[in-house]
């Protein structure tokens, strides 16, 4: 018959299992228990509403979910052996979006030991990060004297594919450490999808990543992501700007400069602009995103980005260097010193007044601020040579 969950209809994927006497209290059971919880968390996810049904088979239990989010089957030894792995098939399994990641309280990471759980050997059909469909995933893992390794992580799907592999592991504190490549041929739709907040469009994309996290798989965070990351982007498009675009990396949409303060950039930015190359280094740490190389090339201007953001407070500490394309300096616009650019661009600006210019060559921005509201303020200026 059901049996009803005493805890308020909620079960937990996460410290709950770190009990060696619930496991083993599997060996001793037969027959047939179903269960409907009301909300499945796994780590800080919710999978929502879930109806399972646990059938004893010889030396395993066979594990029926159902819901939502999650249709599938788990195979679990019987004995309770942490040392054979838990085999999982899934038809479909939708995985919450970015929300709670932008969330201003921090959620503890899971204390669960990698050493006390069993390796797992799972194949998902469908799989949804947010909206982001992700198509087949792979995840392969075995014992090691640490807790995980995991060997294999993949997923694919016509135009998006991640390849990987890891480790989940107790040495001193409980971390998961992963290497991932990325390519995607249409990187500013899939990042929106799955919840990033991004000032882009279209992008051909190559991402590789070496980072770490405290707690388990599921507790990955920006916030707390130490490591490195390497990327490029080409063909692509940063669009007008709006509140809080570029939350990836904290990076400024270059739109997000004041028109007042980017004299005629219309040749350059005009509605959107459109780059050739993004490349970049960016260094990870606790929260803190840095380069010191990132580049866009675009036949309307070169900008170089250098700096760091803060990916929990949301906050900005960066230089945006504008250098315009070929053949193309950037004109001075209005009545100089007596007009509306000469009134609000400050000191920084004011050489430019001092005798006349036909133009630019380059232009550099402190950006300071949060995402939501941006300070943008030109510090250098450099005219044509004549």
């Given at each position: 018959?059901?049996?009803?969950?005493p805890?308020?209809?909620?079960?937990?994927?996460?410290?709950?299992?770190?009990?060696?006497?619930?496991?083993?209290a599997?060996?001793?059971?037969?027959?047939?228990?179903?269960l409907?919880?009301?909300?499945?968390?796994?780590?800080?996810?919710?999978?929502?509403?879930?109806?399972?049904?646990?059938?004893?088979?010889?030396?395993?239990?066979?594990?029926?979910?159902?819901?939502?989010?999650?249709?599938?089957?788990?195979?679990?030894?019987a004995d309770?052996?942490?040392?054979?792995?838990?085999?999982?098939?899934f038809?479909?399994?939708?995985?919450?979006?970015?929300?709670?990641?932008?969330?201003?309280?921090?959620?503890?990471?899971?204390?669960?030991?990698?050493?006390?759980?069993?390796?797992?050997?799972f194949?998902?059909?469908?799989?949804?990060?947010?909206?982001?469909?992700?198509?087949?995933?792979?995840?392969?893992?075995?014992?090691?004297?640490?807790?995980?390794?995991?060997?294999?992580?993949?997923?694919?799907?016509?135009?998006?594919?991640?390849?990987?592999?890891?480790?989940?592991?107790?040495?001193?504190?409980?971390?998961?450490q992963?290497?991932?490549?990325?390519?995607?041929?249409?990187?500013?739709?899939?990042?929106?999808?799955?919840?990033?907040d991004?000032?882009?469009?279209?992008?051909?994309?190559?991402?590789?990543?070496?980072?770490?996290?405290?707690?388990?798989?599921t507790?990955?965070?920006?916030?707390?992501?130490?490591?490195?990351?390497?990327?490029?982007?080409?063909?692509?498009?940063?669009?007008?700007?709006?509140?809080?675009?570029?939350?990836?990396?904290?990076?400024?949409?270059?739109?997000?400069i004041?028109?007042?303060?980017?004299?005629?950039?219309?040749?350059?930015?005009?509605?959107?602009?459109?780059?050739?190359?993004?490349?970049?280094?960016?260094?990870?740490?606790?929260?803190?995103?840095?380069?010191?190389?990132?580049?866009?090339?675009?036949?309307?201007?070169?900008?170089?980005?250098r700096?760091?953001?803060?990916?929990?407070?949301?906050?900005?500490?960066?230089?945006?260097?504008?250098?315009?394309g070929?053949?193309?300096a950037?004109?001075?616009?209005?009545?100089?010193?007596?007009?509306?650019?000469?009134?609000?661009?400050?000191?920084?600006?004011?050489?430019?007044?001092?005798?006349?210019?036909k133009?630019?060559?380059?232009?550099?921005?402190?950006?300071?601020?949060?995402?939501?509201?941006?300070?943008?303020?030109?510090v250098?200026?450099?005219?044509?040579?004549?």
């Amino acid at each position: 018959g059901a049996a009803e969950d005493p805890a308020g209809q909620q079960a937990g994927v996460g410290p709950e299992l770190d009990k060696p006497d619930q496991v083993q209290a599997l060996a001793g059971l037969s027959g047939r228990l179903d269960l409907e919880v009301d909300q499945l968390r796994v780590g800080r996810s919710s999978l929502e509403a879930v109806q399972m049904a646990l059938d004893r088979e010889k030396r395993y239990w066979r594990l029926n979910v159902h819901g939502r989010r999650l249709d599938g089957t788990l195979r679990i030894v019987a004995d309770g052996s942490v040392d054979q792995p838990i085999v999982a098939s899934f038809k479909h399994l939708y995985w919450p979006g970015l929300e709670a990641d932008t969330a201003t309280a921090v959620t503890p990471a899971s204390t669960l030991s990698p050493k006390r759980v069993p390796p797992f050997h799972f194949a998902i059909d469908d799989f949804r990060y947010g909206d982001l469909e992700m198509g087949e995933v792979r995840w392969i893992s075995h014992k090691s004297v640490y807790g995980l390794e995991i060997e294999q992580l993949s997923s694919r799907r016509d135009g998006l594919e991640i390849v990987g592999d890891g480790r989940w592991i107790e040495d001193g504190d409980i971390r998961t450490q992963m290497r991932l490549r990325m390519t995607d041929r249409n990187l500013g739709r899939s990042l929106n999808e799955a919840g990033f907040d991004l000032a882009l469009e279209r992008g051909q994309a190559s991402i590789t990543l070496a980072g770490s996290w405290q707690g388990g798989p599921t507790d990955f965070a920006l916030r707390t992501l130490d490591g490195e990351l390497d990327l490029e982007i080409t063909d692509g498009s940063i669009p007008e700007a709006r509140p809080g675009a570029g939350r990836i990396l904290g990076l400024v949409s270059l739109n997000s400069i004041p028109r007042r303060l980017r004299l005629d950039f219309s040749d350059v930015f005009g509605e959107g602009f459109g780059f050739d190359r993004v490349s970049g280094h960016f260094q990870l740490d606790g929260g803190i995103a840095s380069t010191e190389d990132l580049k866009i090339d675009a036949p309307a201007a070169e900008v170089e980005i250098r700096g760091q953001t803060d990916l929990h407070n949301q906050t900005y500490d960066q230089t945006i260097t504008v250098k315009p394309g070929f053949g193309s300096a950037l004109p001075i616009i209005g009545a100089l010193a007596g007009g509306p650019v000469g009134a609000v661009a400050g000191a920084a600006l004011q050489q430019l007044f001092s005798k006349p210019l036909k133009g630019i060559s380059e232009i550099q921005y402190a950006v300071t601020g949060t995402w939501e509201n941006p300070v943008i303020e030109p510090v250098r200026v450099r005219p044509v040579e004549p």
